[in-house]
């Protein structure tokens, strides 16, 4: 029995001093990470000569400026070490010109990214030296959230191989001198897909082969203080085209292209263009819409506060022939013109051939108002051609002051088919107030129906 529990004794002896070696260990280990309190890990590093930390200049990563050395492969590895930290800027230095191929700059990255462009950037001149699977645009932007370029450098599409005229291009083919073939497709120089909160201040975009800037699929967009300019005899090269992007203001901007200042397509809605000079060009329009049958809805615009010098139209909604949906709620106001051939313009029978065939169904015209629209024309101060299937309705004419300039040549009565609203305040020429219907209570109740159409769309 004695022995028995001394046996037990020294069990729970041995136990209890396990416990305390165990617990000793324990805290010594505490200890040890308590005098230690971090490895010494190496600190994040992306850029090789580094200015700052969050700044990347593509000169660090290999970019010569030179306009000779094709500098995309440095602006990818720029991108892809900035794209990663947040709040980081990607310099692209002064008195360099950078040679860039068509190259796709992609997120997602971190937020609150910055391009900041002082010097040039310059597309490929050539056209054979754009690849085949390029053609729809030079540098894509995609997928990005809060991201922003600016700087007081130039975007330069150098796109005059592109410009030559279509004719020529025809002729060129039936001869089958293929020597200079311009493909069908020309890029666009900049372009926005599938992103939000963009901002585009300061910088110039000039002589892209075809749109200067454009934003699809996006929203969030903020375009202050640029410049875009392109020859007149450029053709097709759009200053700001806009397609399926919502929440967008273009103000204190300077543009001047062979086409449109800024083109509205399908898919827009709450767009306020402000405190624009624009010229040459074809002026601010919405449209072509519903080509091909399409459905095209477009809602929610401003245009104001505009000066228009030297541009075939004015304020302009385009539509083809036998498409579908709406545009609605667009006032065009404060728009000063000098020598503007159609200073304002909706025409449902748009055509790009000599003749289109006459189709029934269109996209609905409603709620358009042109207010404070003054200054001299070269063609005619007013032409409202609507559709024969459904006629634009609301459609309003306030303060129109309109006189031929010294190029006028063609007509100084106002145009109006198929358009109801209502013309009141200062009218000139005084045709303009007789020139829209009144009424047109049924036709509103039709382009209700289209109407519907748009919100299933949205
Ligand atoms: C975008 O930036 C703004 C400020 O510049 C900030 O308030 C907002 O949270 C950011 N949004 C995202 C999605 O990062
Ligand atoms: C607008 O941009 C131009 C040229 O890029 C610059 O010189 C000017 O300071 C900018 N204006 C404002 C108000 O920031
Ligand atoms: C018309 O569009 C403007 C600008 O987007 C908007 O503020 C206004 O609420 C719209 N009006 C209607 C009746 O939807
Ligand atoms: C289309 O309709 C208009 C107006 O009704 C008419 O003047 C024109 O000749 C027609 N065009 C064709 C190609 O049928």
């Known amino acids: 029995?004695?022995?028995?529990?001394?046996?037990?004794?020294?069990?729970?002896?041995?136990?209890?001093?396990?416990?305390?070696?165990?617990?000793?260990?324990?805290?010594?280990?505490?200890?040890?990470?308590?005098?230690?309190?971090?490895?010494?890990?190496?600190?994040?590093?992306?850029?090789?000569?580094?200015t700052q930390l969050n700044?990347?200049?593509?000169?660090?990563?290999?970019?010569?400026?030179?306009?000779?050395?094709?500098?995309?492969?440095?602006?990818?590895?720029?991108?892809?070490?900035?794209?990663?930290?947040?709040?980081?800027?990607?310099?692209?230095?002064?008195?360099?010109?950078?040679?860039?191929?068509?190259?796709?700059?992609?997120?997602?990255?971190?937020?609150?990214?910055?391009?900041?462009?002082?010097?040039?950037?310059?597309a490929p001149s050539e056209?054979?030296?754009?690849?085949?699977s390029s053609l729809?645009?030079?540098?894509?932007?995609?997928?990005?959230?809060?991201?922003?370029?600016?700087?007081?450098?130039?975007?330069?599409?150098?796109?005059?191989?592109?410009?030559?005229?279509?004719?020529?291009y025809d002729i060129q083919v039936k001869k089958k001198t293929h020597s200079k073939q311009i493909p069908s497709m020309k890029p666009t120089a900049i372009r926005f897909y599938s992103s939000n909160l963009i901002k585009i201040i300061d910088i110039k975009i000039i002589n892209s082969p075809l749109c200067h800037l454009k934003f699809?699929?996006?929203?969030?967009?903020?375009?202050?203080?640029?410049?875009?300019?392109?020859?007149?005899?450029?053709?097709?090269?759009?200053?700001?085209?806009?397609?399926?992007?919502?929440?967008?203001?273009?103000?204190?901007?300077?543009?001047?292209?062979?086409?449109?200042?800024?083109?509205?397509?399908?898919?827009?809605?709450?767009?306020h263009v402000h405190h624009i000079k624009c010229g040459p060009g074809h002026g601010i329009s919405l449209g072509g819409l519903g080509k091909d049958?399409?459905?095209a809805?477009?809602?929610?615009?401003?245009?104001?506060?505009?000066?228009?010098?030297?541009?075939?139209?004015?304020?302009?909604?385009?539509?083809?022939?036998?498409?579908?949906?709406?545009?609605?709620?667009?006032?065009?106001?404060?728009i000063k013109v000098y020598d503007v051939m159609f200073p304002i313009m909706i025409d449902q029978y748009y055509c790009d051939k000599q003749i289109c065939k006459n189709q029934t169904g269109t996209v609905v015209i409603s709620g358009v108002k042109f207010d404070q629209i003054s200054g001299s024309y070269s063609v005619q101060p007013v032409h409202l051609a609507c559709s024969n299937s459904i006629p634009c309705t609301d459609v309003d004419l306030t303060d129109i002051q309109l006189r031929p300039s010294l190029k006028y040549r063609g007509y100084q009565q106002a145009m109006c088919w198929n358009s109801y609203g209502k013309s009141q305040g200062q009218l000139v020429p005084s045709s303009i107030d007789y020139c829209l219907r009144s009424g047109g209570g049924l036709i509103k109740k039709i382009a209700k129906s289209h109407d519907s159409v748009c919100y299933k769309l949205f």
């Open 136 to 168: 729809f645009q030079w540098i894509n932007f995609k997928w990005l959230q809060n991201f922003t370029i600016k700087g007081y450098g130039t975007i330069n599409g150098q796109g005059s191989n592109w410009w030559t005229s279509s004719e020529l």
């Open 127 to 132: 056209v054979s030296s754009w690849p085949k």
């Open 1 to 50: 029995m004695k022995q028995n529990k001394s046996f037990s004794q020294l069990f729970f002896m041995s136990l209890l001093m396990l416990m305390v070696y165990v617990d000793a260990r324990k805290t010594n280990m505490k200890k040890k990470l308590h005098k230690h309190p971090k490895e010494s890990h190496p600190l994040p590093h992306f850029d090789p000569h580094p």
């Open 55 to 122: 700044t990347f200049d593509v000169m660090s990563f290999g970019a010569k400026g030179n306009g000779v050395s094709d500098d995309s492969e440095a602006f990818l590895a720029a991108w892809k070490c900035a794209c990663k930290v947040s709040g980081a800027t990607i310099k692209v230095p002064a008195k360099f010109n950078f040679l860039i191929k068509p190259i796709t700059l992609q997120g997602p990255c971190m937020p609150d990214l910055t391009l900041q462009i002082d010097g040039t950037i310059l």
């Open 297 to 334: 809805c477009v809602s929610d615009i401003i245009v104001e506060d505009i000066s228009m010098k030297n541009t075939l139209y004015g304020a302009r909604i385009k539509t083809w022939q036998g498409g579908n949906g709406m545009v609605k709620n667009v006032t065009f106001s404060r």
């Open 216 to 271: 699809d699929n996006s929203k969030g967009i903020k375009v202050d203080n640029i410049t875009i300019s392109s020859p007149e005899n450029s053709p097709n090269t759009d200053g700001i085209h806009l397609q399926n992007t919502h929440d967008v203001e273009i103000q204190h901007s300077n543009i001047g292209t062979g086409d449109d200042c800024v083109s509205i397509q399908t898919g827009c809605s709450n767009i």
């Open 293 to 295: 049958k399409s459905v």
